[in-house]
């Protein structure tokens, strides 16, 4: 029996670490990198807004920088879903097979006097049995007298499937289960703070100092999630679990078919229809966590879209108001290079039989009020007035095309109520586009229109 036992042990306690420690450690340090990699990403990000963008550049590079953490974070949820799928469903593998079929059924031994002495941590039901016992044991030698102890039988094979085949699988399913849960607790609160960074943001966009101090404040988030994430467990703690199982199996082995550990509780049917309900319950929880999952890309991906519908538009609008300017100053220039042209022509054209004293003082007088008054009003009507007529149709375009960039519909996510049970269909369902458009987009296209004809008048 000590070589089957020692087999036994063996092979389940490598399964152990093949199945469930390696699985594990690949989970964890996959979920510690991710946080390093994003928060190199956000510190690389940091010294290109301190540089003195312009305006458009600025809301241009904070565009692209918060789809790429979006890329980031939604590969990181897909990524670990599967790893947590993966890690989970070694639960399902059949192991038994390689074993359990080459195990003897039945082992026959007789019992010991250890089996009919009460100890410590005997139950009741134990020690009245034994005592129970060892009052009909005289007669029992009276009958046959070759014999001193009953015989007890083992039913190896069943024990060893009871204890590793459900036993072990449903303690780690428990432990893994919570190891997953304790890597990932902080995803919820890193979608907070990617929402509270698309609130500093908009809400401080002329300051480019308020910017850099919202984006530092994802960064030091990040250095504060590596700092304290979860240590990885030791492969000694990990396996305490498997040390607990292997001691129980050793002691039904040593007492089974005694009334310390009746042989019945191990039958093979029985464990497999408890080893159905840990699967069962495995399955739910990977259902639960899908449902969380989908859950936080649905928050993510409404922060994201919004924020970043926003910015380019802004950077738009901005181009646009640049370029008219740059317009505007050209005009200035060119017609001020007009009134040049028109004094050195006068000045060429002066001629020695002329007082210069009185030629000067009437050039003087003929352009001192340049800006102010006739000639001013003349370089006025020079703007490009239908660039502001076009800037004012862009205006619309440019909202429509926003609201037409985010998705026909959102689930209005509220993180408080997410854990890792819930189910997306909880989280109402919303139309951006209708709301944005009711809220702005009809006044907006009202405005631009009279703009328009303002101008054309």
């Not at 920088?65 to 947590?84: A, P, S, T």
């Not at 200035?332 to 030629?359: Q, R």
């Not at 009202?446 to 004809?453: P, R, T």
Request: glycine share 4%; aromatic share 14%; net charge negative.
């Amino acid at each position: 029996m000590e070589k089957n036992y020692n087999r036994v042990r063996e092979y389940y306690y490598n399964l152990t670490g093949k199945n469930f420690y390696g699985p594990y450690k690949n989970f964890h340090e996959r979920r510690l990198q991710f946080i390093i990699k994003l928060k190199t990403e956000v510190g690389e990000f940091t010294p290109l807004i301190a540089s003195g963008l312009s305006k458009v550049e600025l809301y241009r590079k904070i565009s692209l920088f918060i789809r790429k953490i979006q890329f980031y974070v939604n590969e990181e949820l897909h990524f670990c879903y599967g790893d947590v799928e993966l890690l989970l469903n070694k639960i399902d593998t059949n192991t038994s097979d390689e074993i359990i079929p080459d195990l003897p059924e039945k082992l026959i031994f007789e019992q010991e006097e250890s089996h009919y002495i009460s100890k410590d941590g005997d139950s009741f039901s134990v020690k009245l049995g034994k005592i129970a016992k060892q009052g009909v044991l005289p007669v029992y030698r009276l009958i046959y007298k070759q014999r001193r102890y009953w015989n007890r039988e083992v039913p190896f094979a069943d024990i060893a499937y009871y204890y590793f085949e459900y036993y072990l699988k449903s303690e780690y399913s428990k432990k893994l289960n919570s190891l997953v849960k304790q890597d990932i607790a902080y995803y919820s609160v890193l979608l907070e703070t990617l929402r509270l960074l698309e609130r500093d943001i908009s809400e401080n966009l002329s300051g480019e100092d308020s910017i850099l101090s919202a984006i530092k404040g994802l960064e030091q988030f990040l250095a504060d999630t590596e700092k304290n994430f979860p240590p990885f467990e030791s492969e000694e703690s990990f396996f305490t679990p498997f040390v607990d199982i292997a001691a129980k199996f050793r002691y039904s082995i040593d007492n089974s078919g005694t009334v310390a550990d009746l042989s019945g509780k191990f039958d093979r049917q029985s464990a497999l229809k408890r080893f159905t309900s840990v699967s069962r319950l495995k399955d739910e929880r990977l259902k639960g966590y899908n449902g969380y999952f989908k859950v936080l890309e649905e928050k993510l991906e409404l922060t994201c879209d919004v924020f970043t519908s926003y910015l380019d538009m802004s950077a738009k609008i901005l181009e646009d108001i640049a370029d008219y300017v740059k317009q505007i100053k050209t005009v200035e220039i060119e017609a001020l290079t007009d009134i040049a042209s028109e004094i050195k022509e006068k000045t060429e054209a002066y001629s020695n039989d002329k007082d210069l004293k009185l030629f000067l003082e009437a050039l003087k007088e003929e352009y001192k009020h340049i800006l102010t008054d006739e000639e001013a009003v003349t370089l006025i009507e020079k703007i490009p007035y239908s660039g502001i007529k076009l800037f004012a149709d862009r205006y619309a375009g440019y909202l429509r095309s926003g609201i037409d960039s985010l998705k026909e519909k959102y689930r209005l996510v509220n993180l408080d109520d997410v854990n890792y049970s819930v189910n997306s269909e909880k989280f109402a369902e919303f139309e951006p586009k209708d709301i944005i458009s009711t809220l702005y987009f009809k006044d907006s296209v009202s405005k631009s229109g009279k703009y328009s004809v303002d101008i054309e008048r």
